[in-house]
């Protein structure tokens, strides 16, 4: 079969490999719909989870059931499925613990694209299908759909451990689209005022449909501040990171008042090695004792999570295909739209290449 794979540090290329094996429990999925994430792009040329030679990229997708092993029971070839970019083992202590994404060790469930193959392949495996798959919804378009596995999933995480209450007030730090998906997700558990810091116009909008309150231009003065003077000096309730390199923890402990959550879901894999930090602001930080906690998680994945977020998609609480901006026809069009979301120009929000329909 073909896939687009990372060749080495720096380097994509198409490649052929085997179709992929599976156990009873497992599936084989064709891609459906696909979807170039920021972290393919850390992977690849920033070296983020170390070298990886001929391994297939991407982890999200919509698919279309293949084959099945003996012992899978909800699923059969030929049904439509959600693929969650998360796949944990869910049998495991870690699971059993409450942290399914981190089976096996620190992000353990991210499989695709890390420990084996990803989505970008003619063919790609899934293990424990009736854990890992969900079906998707009839009428749901695709372009809404792959945002799921991802975007969404983490987006709402992010709100999720930030431990939003009624009217409280949020800062969204980084508005490509899993702050997007913040942003929706932090104004359905019920904020108040919602700040989006970011500049690109298409962003903006989005972020104002999904119910950012006020827009944060960071290139008109120091992010934390502008957050301040316009909370009366007080700062946020909360603040969810979901951009930006080291120094964003900075700016997110010094626009949070004492007894704030800041809950991270910003991938800090730039230019980080075993031994570099991230800072903390001491004073902001109440000296480590101004009861401003950080939280942090992985993607949640799982068939039920994909299920309650389909949920909400199907009942109009939000539109995730708005940050759908570049929308791809065919396999052979994956390429393109990878290296445009290392490209990263002004308009993208989101490539998506829908495989069939």
């Given at each position: 079969m073909k896939g687009l794979a990372m060749l080495e540090i720096g380097e994509i290329g198409w490649i052929e490999k085997e179709r992929p094996t599976y156990g009873p429990r497992d599936a084989i999925v064709k891609p459906l719909a696909l979807a170039p994430c920021t972290s393919d792009v850390h992977t690849v040329w920033e070296g983020a989870i170390g070298e990886r030679h001929d391994l297939i990229l991407g982890h999200e997708a919509l698919g279309v059931v293949d084959e099945v092993g003996s012992e899978v029971r909800d699923f059969k070839p030929g049904d439509r499925v959600i693929v969650p970019a998360i796949t944990p083992d869910w049998e495991t202590e870690a699971a059993q613990r409450g942290y399914p994404s981190q089976t096996g060790g620190p992000l353990g469930g991210w499989k695709f694209s890390n420990f084996k193959d990803g989505v970008?392949?003619?063919?790609?495996?899934?293990?424990?299908?009736?854990?890992?798959?969900?079906?998707?919804?009839?009428?749901?378009?695709?372009?809404?759909?792959v945002m799921l596995p991802d975007m969404l999933s983490t987006g709402f995480m992010g709100a999720?451990?930030?431990?939003?209450?009624?009217?409280?007030s949020v800062a969204v730090l980084g508005i490509g689209p899993v702050g997007l998906s913040a942003i929706?997700?932090?104004?359905l558990r019920g904020a108040g005022r919602i700040f989006a810091v970011g500049t690109r116009p298409a962003a903006v909008n989005v972020a104002k449909e999904y119910g950012a309150t006020d827009i944060i231009n960071y290139k008109e003065g120091d992010t934390a501040e502008q957050i301040r003077n316009k909370t009366g000096g007080a700062g946020v309730d909360a603040v969810i990171i979901a951009g930006g390199g080291p120094d964003i923890l900075m700016d997110a402990i010094r626009a949070a008042r004492p007894g704030s959550?800041?809950?991270?879901?910003?991938?800090?894999?730039?230019?980080?090695?075993?031994?570099?930090?991230?800072?903390?602001p001491r004073v902001a930080w109440g000296f480590g004792m101004a009861d401003k906690n950080i939280m942090t998680g992985l993607?949640?994945?799982?068939?039920?999570?994909?299920?309650?977020?389909?949920?909400?998609?199907?009942?109009?609480?939000?539109?995730?295909?708005?940050m759908a901006t570049?929308?791809?026809?065919?396999?052979?069009?994956l390429e393109e739209a990878l290296l445009?979301?290392?490209?990263?120009?002004?308009?993208?929000?989101?490539?998506?290449?829908?495989?069939?329909?």
């Amino acid at each position: 079969m073909k896939g687009l794979a990372m060749l080495e540090i720096g380097e994509i290329g198409w490649i052929e490999k085997e179709r992929p094996t599976y156990g009873p429990r497992d599936a084989i999925v064709k891609p459906l719909a696909l979807a170039p994430c920021t972290s393919d792009v850390h992977t690849v040329w920033e070296g983020a989870i170390g070298e990886r030679h001929d391994l297939i990229l991407g982890h999200e997708a919509l698919g279309v059931v293949d084959e099945v092993g003996s012992e899978v029971r909800d699923f059969k070839p030929g049904d439509r499925v959600i693929v969650p970019a998360i796949t944990p083992d869910w049998e495991t202590e870690a699971a059993q613990r409450g942290y399914p994404s981190q089976t096996g060790g620190p992000l353990g469930g991210w499989k695709f694209s890390n420990f084996k193959d990803g989505v970008f392949g003619e063919f790609f495996h899934v293990n424990l299908a009736d854990y890992n798959l969900a079906h998707l919804p009839e009428g749901m378009s695709l372009e809404a759909g792959v945002m799921l596995p991802d975007m969404l999933s983490t987006g709402f995480m992010g709100a999720e451990n930030a431990k939003i209450e009624f009217g409280a007030s949020v800062a969204v730090l980084g508005i490509g689209p899993v702050g997007l998906s913040a942003i929706a997700g932090a104004k359905l558990r019920g904020a108040g005022r919602i700040f989006a810091v970011g500049t690109r116009p298409a962003a903006v909008n989005v972020a104002k449909e999904y119910g950012a309150t006020d827009i944060i231009n960071y290139k008109e003065g120091d992010t934390a501040e502008q957050i301040r003077n316009k909370t009366g000096g007080a700062g946020v309730d909360a603040v969810i990171i979901a951009g930006g390199g080291p120094d964003i923890l900075m700016d997110a402990i010094r626009a949070a008042r004492p007894g704030s959550v800041i809950s991270n879901i910003n991938y800090f894999g730039q230019g980080m090695g075993d031994e570099d930090t991230i800072p903390l602001p001491r004073v902001a930080w109440g000296f480590g004792m101004a009861d401003k906690n950080i939280m942090t998680g992985l993607c949640p994945g799982g068939r039920v999570r994909m299920e309650r977020l389909a949920e909400v998609v199907m009942h109009g609480r939000m539109d995730p295909s708005l940050m759908a901006t570049h929308v791809f026809k065919g396999f052979d069009k994956l390429e393109e739209a990878l290296l445009l979301m290392k490209e990263k120009p002004r308009d993208l929000i989101k490539p998506v290449v829908i495989v069939e329909q």
